[in-house]
């Protein structure tokens, strides 16, 4: 609690004996022992009567409905956590007494073209991302994004009614009117 070892708690009984001295040292001790225990009996009791203080608000039933309405296995979320972990690829065991749960041959073929489909998908964006990390360039998404940025923005269409096209916004000046 206060963090005191046993090299400073014989200083303060050597500078406690020197002070007191030898004759009512034990004295000194034995008070200063009755008024920890007194000070932590009022510390259990007033712990005592808060429990029952909350005990009569019905905190207790509160925090016992809080802990009810967040528990995972109770919502259903314990297999939202079972999915995070879940290999499509990989077989589950089939449990004791059920019937086998082995996939088909529609299922084996399906399977294994998505991950054909994956596998070529991966090594294409690992060609497009050490063709753009060796020539320096930015990636296609970048470029569209840059390029959309420098461009200028389009004109309005003209009004039909004859009237001339706005010309867009005057160049900016400096405080001394110049551009």
Known sequence: MFDIGWTELLIVGIVALIVVGPKDLPKMFRTLGQMTAKMRGMAREFQRAMDDAADASGVKDVARDLRKATDPQGMGLDEVNKMRNWDPLKEDAP?????????????????????????????????????????????????????????????APAPETGAQ??????PETDDKGQA
């Not at 096209?165 to 005057?170: I, R, T």
Request: charged letters at 30%.
């Open 95 to 155: 449990a004791k007494g059920s019937a086998s749960t082995a996939p088909s041959e529609e299922d084996e073929a399906a399977m294994d073209q998505i991950a054909a489909e994956m596998d070529n998908l991966k090594r294409e964006r690992a060609a497009r991302v050490s063709t753009a990390t060796k020539s320096g360039s930015p990636s296609p998404a970048r470029r569209e994004t840059a390029a959309a940025k420098d461009a200028p923005p389009e004109p």
């Open 165 to 170: 096209p706005d010309p867009g916004p005057a």
